[in-house]
């Protein structure tokens, strides 16, 4: 069962947090490393280098050619691409169908940024091709998802304490990982009563800022049952953007999270209640709520009481999300850690955060504002 | 824009009628000559059917919000003594929807589907256009 005709054979992350005398591919090549020696694979081994330049990073789109001379890579395949919050999950995506295609073997996917010595505030003005918003003030990440979170408490009830539930949850897993920059425990009172970013979502709503690298070793399955660690299947992909903003109506509601699940639903042959355990892409508490709907974990509306008390979503519960801490808690990599522990999940790797028999896990990532997602379902084998 | 001022408009071919209308108190968007479409934000061509034909095309001003934020974190230096103040998704009566704020700025009585109707506010010097809430009139009574 399952699409399984590519896997992750390693998974490398560089130290996170606030690292000064780092650069994003002093960095990458950490992560880079430590990949190939989670995989048991040296650098000859890889033939494709698929990069996500970072918030810091000055090449740009040319950000392959330069991390490329940095590792010693003269890849059959390559390129660089920048969707945000989904690019970890589109560039495995790529690495997996070129594998498939027999276009390459083995591919690294790597991101590394400093966004938090850089400073990085990602307070940009949102707008249009023609009109920047900053005309009427709108600017930075957390007013789209605001936009958003409010239209949510508006039709269904949702509450800012359902909200908080998710970032006090994230914290309690994150204080279970070793490797989380923000361990120390939160209650719902601290998160009421943090500042308020953009109303509806205070301070403890919105994800970290940080410096860091993660890697990602994709190949086929036969090889990654040679690796080191064990293999982690994937199972199902997909992948959904809304890129008119303005122009879908209901773009508020990120239908496109919802179709980029069911492509990979469909691929993996399961549904929801085959999943032991989701890594869902966290910007703002309000992004898990708006995942698990659209991943069919509860339905349209009924996500704010589902996450209420954090019972269900902490490990132990139905349906233990972002068991690492996520982006509100773990470390900011833009996803990418989200498959790191996806892996190490299946895996059972996780000691006191491991989730008992886990088998599957859905993962999902979204970026650029609220326009771009994807989704992986990738199966242990542990 | 980087010396901290106000982001004025920048008008190009493709969005200047919509800038002259604000510029005369009538709020204008596209009507696409091949499909009929009305549109917003301005591009050169139709999204629906590629048409690169448009007329500009009045409409009522008129509409609900969709949704809105009170933003508290000062981004920008032409707005950091300003906060809290608001800012909403309106969907038009005639279809498109817009950015834009509800006067007052600093107003606390939004709610998502709120009636709204366009008046064209002084901003440095520029004209933009905000929205007031018609909710519990008519709507019609005072003029812009
Ligand atoms: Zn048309």
Redesign the pocket.
């Known amino acids: 069962m399952g699409w399984r005709r590519a896997a992750i054979s390693g998974v490398g992350v560089s130290r996170q947090g606030k690292l000064p005398d780092e650069t994003p591919n002093s960095l990458a090549a950490e992560a880079f490393v430590a990949a190939l020696d989670d995989a048991g694979l040296r650098r000859e081994n890889v033939d494709g280098l698929l990069t996500m330049p970072g918030t810091k990073s000055p090449e740009g789109a040319k950000h392959y050619l330069a991390l490329g001379e940095q590792l010693g890579i003269n890849p059959r395949i390559t390129g660089s691409l920048s969707m945000g919050g989904a690019t970890a999950g589109v560039l495995i995506q790529q690495a997996a169908l070129a594998i498939d295609a027999g276009m390459a073997s083995t591919v690294a996917c790597v991101f590394g940024d400093t966004a938090k010595t850089g400073g990085s505030r990602f307070n940009a003005a949102a707008g249009t091709d023609t009109d920047s918003w900053g005309i009427w003030g709108m600017f930075g990440n957390a007013a789209n998802s605001a936009f958003g979170a409010q239209r949510h408490m508006a039709r269904y009830g949702t509450t800012s304490e359902q909200l908080g539930w998710v970032a006090v949850t994230m914290r309690e897993h994150a204080a279970l990982n070793p490797d989380a920059i923000m361990r120390e425990r939160i209650t719902l009172d601290d998160h009421q009563s943090s500042r308020m970013i953009v109303d509806p979502l205070h301070l403890l709503d919105c994800c970290i800022i940080s410096d860091g690298a993660v890697a990602v070793i994709v190949t086929s399955p036969e090889r990654a049952r040679d690796a080191r660690s064990a293999p982690v299947d994937i199972w199902g992909m997909g992948q959904g953007h809304t890129l008119e903003k303005l122009g879908r109506p209901d773009w508020w509601y990120l239908p496109h999270q919802a179709d980029c699940v069911s492509d990979a639903y469909r691929m993996a042959g399961v549904s929801p209640a085959d999943i032991d355990v989701a890594q869902l892409y966290d910007n703002f508490t309000i992004s898990v709520l708006f995942w698990l709907e659209h991943a069919g974990f509860c339905a349209p509306g009924e996500a704010g009481p589902f996450v209420e008390g954090g019972k269900r979503i902490r490990l132990g519960g139905d349906l233990p999300v972002n068991t690492a801490g996520g982006n509100l808690s773990e470390s900011y990599m833009q996803g990418w850690l989200h498959v790191v522990e996806g892996v190490r999940q299946l895996r059972g790797e996780c000691g006191p955060r491991q989730v008992d028999g886990a088998r599957l896990c859905l993962v999902t990532g979204r970026g650029m504002t609220l326009n771009t997602a994807s989704c992986l379902i990738l199966g242990g084998t542990a | 824009m980087s010396d901290g001022g106000f982001v004025r408009p920048v008008r190009t071919e493709v969005n200047r009628g919509f800038w002259e209308g604000v510029d005369d108190g009538v709020l204008r968007v596209q009507r ?1 000559l ?4 009305l549109r917003y934000p301005p591009a050169s061509r ?1 999204p ?4 690169a034909e448009w007329t500009w095309q009045p409409v009522s001003g008129r509409g609900e919000v969709l949704s809105y934020v009170v933003v508290h974190q000062r981004y920008h230096p032409a707005w950091s003594d300003r906060v809290p103040y608001n800012v909403v998704l309106v969907q038009l009566d005639e279809g498109p929807r817009l950015i834009s704020n509800v006067l007052p700025l600093s107003g606390a009585d939004l709610r998502v589907g709120m009636a709204v109707r366009v008046v064209f506010d002084d901003e440095d010097g520029v004209r933009v256009p905000r929205f007031v809430s018609t909710d519990g009139t008519d709507g019609a009574t005072e003029p812009n």
């Open positions: 696409c091949g499909c009929g479409e139709c629906r059917c590629l048409d």
